[in-house]
């Protein structure tokens, strides 16, 4: 028995018949280990005399890039898929959070779209998890609803108002990286 490491799925694309060289697609990678990674780039380095372009979805911070020798590739930003939250409640009780993180910040919200998502709430987080509650509290901080990210960064732009103490607490508690998903449908 052997386990499984790392695997890749690609396609060829070869839509112009005049050129010499094909492009690949990778439409899914996964490699669980050093070994594995290491694997996946040398295939992909090994193609070099018949593609001339690889092309794959990636997360914001993609490790597959990161271990280039020589980084050249092109970025481009195809789509972010969690654009708006929906249900305030459910968004954070759903959602995973740094499991050493225990802090909490009363929340100013400003939603234009959903009024239920509109005013003064509570945000805990305790052991991995977290809890919103409206609250009557003088706010810590106040953002717009699509603000849960990183405070410190959302403070610079002008999206989050806050004192540093508020923006350290959110910042520890929005420390994971940002979601994404890699499959297109």
Do not use: K
Not at 128 to 149: D, H, N
Request: charged share 20%; net charge negative; aromatic share 10%.
């Amino acid at each position: 028995y052997v386990a499984l490491e790392g695997y890749l799925y690609l396609r060829q694309d070869h839509n112009d018949p005049s050129r010499m060289n094909h492009d690949v697609w990778l439409t899914d990678v996964c490699a669980a280990t050093p070994r594995a990674h290491h694997a996946v780039v040398r295939f992909l380095f090994e193609l070099r005399s018949t593609a001339e372009n690889v092309g794959f979805y990636t997360p914001a911070y993609s490790t597959l890039l990161s271990s280039l020798d020589e980084a050249f590739y092109e970025e481009s930003r195809f789509a972010e898929w969690m654009i708006r939250v929906c249900h305030l409640g459910a968004a954070i009780e759903g959602r995973g959070f740094p499991a050493h993180v225990a802090a909490g910040v009363t929340l100013a919200l400003r939603d234009p779209l959903i009024e239920a998502h509109d005013g003064t709430f509570r945000l805990e987080v305790r052991g991995g998890r977290g809890t919103i509650e409206r609250t009557g509290q003088r706010p810590e901080a106040t953002l717009g609803i699509g603000g849960f990210a990183s405070a410190t960064a959302m403070r610079r732009l002008g999206l989050l108002d806050a004192e540093d103490e508020a923006t350290s607490a959110l910042d520890a508690i929005f420390a994971s990286p940002m979601p994404s998903l890699v499959d297109m449908f």
